[in-house]
Each structure stands twice: as C-alpha cells, then as structure tokens.
C-alpha cells in the first residue's frame, strides 16, 4: 500500500541517517512479497543490493492466529505443542545466515514473530556474554501492528 511505502521508507531514511559506512551493509529478506517489496526500498535508499532467505519460522504455518491477539505471545504460548521451530532453534538459524553474510551491518526484514524473537535473544544473550557481532552503538526499530523493522549499525 502507499502507506506502507511511506513507513517503509522513513524508517530506511532513519537506517541511511545512522549508518555512515554503506560498503559493508547486506540487506537480507524474506521470501514474502510484502518483505521483498520492503527490502527493495531499504536497498535502494542505501545504494546496496538484498538477497532474499528463509526468515519465516519452520512449520509457522501450524500457528492458527487469533488477529486481537499478540503474534509473538500465541507463539510462545502454542509452538511446542505444534511443533514450530523454537526460539533457540530459530535464533541459531538465524545466527547462521548473518555470520556467513560476513558484513558488518546486516539488515534483515523478515516477520513479526522471527524479529520479536531475535530481540529477546539478543536480550539475554548479552545479558550473560558478549553480543557475537560487536557492540551495536544504534538501532532502528519500527514497529506497527503488522511489521517490525530492525537495523543495527555496529561498531
């Protein structure tokens, strides 16, 4: 929608105002339309390409959603049951794809649920060691009822 063009490309203005460096940045996307579309405009403002991943949860689409409710909550409240990949599984998954991108800023637009889950294992992560990839001076995040967008610009 044009709307969400608009949201979409003030938070890329907001990541291209933080990050000074535009060399070393990968941009990696969902295969969802709606991500790559997203994507597309973050690439463009910062003059760098995107490569698109599986950024969606294994087996998300088990998680039958109740739209009045928190996304990430009924995740957390139902994916043993359903068998959905974990946080922990997820995050190492996800861990995986930003470590052999080898930049040193990645940029990843992908769903609510993954984004919500790869901030609270950041969370505790650096509450007991140090954040793999350095220590993040600046980060961008955007959140609406439908999407959450995320960029860290590292030190």
Known sequence: SNT???QIQKSANNLKSVI???K???VISSYSLRCIQSARIVADTLNVNFTKQNLRL????LLKLDESQSKFLQYLASYKQLS???QEEYFKRIHRIVF???ANTTIMIGHEVGIRIIL???YKTRSTEPYPYGQITKLVLS???TDVTIGADNA
């Open 84 to 86: 959905i990949e974990s």
């Open 143 to 145: 959140d609406t009822p």
């Open 20 to 22: 000074h460096e535009t």
């Open 24 to 26: 070393d940045i990968q």
């Open 100 to 102: 052999e991108s080898r």
């Open 120 to 122: 609270s294992q950041i």
């Open 4 to 6: 969400g063009c608009k």
């Open 58 to 61: 294994n087996s998300a689409d």
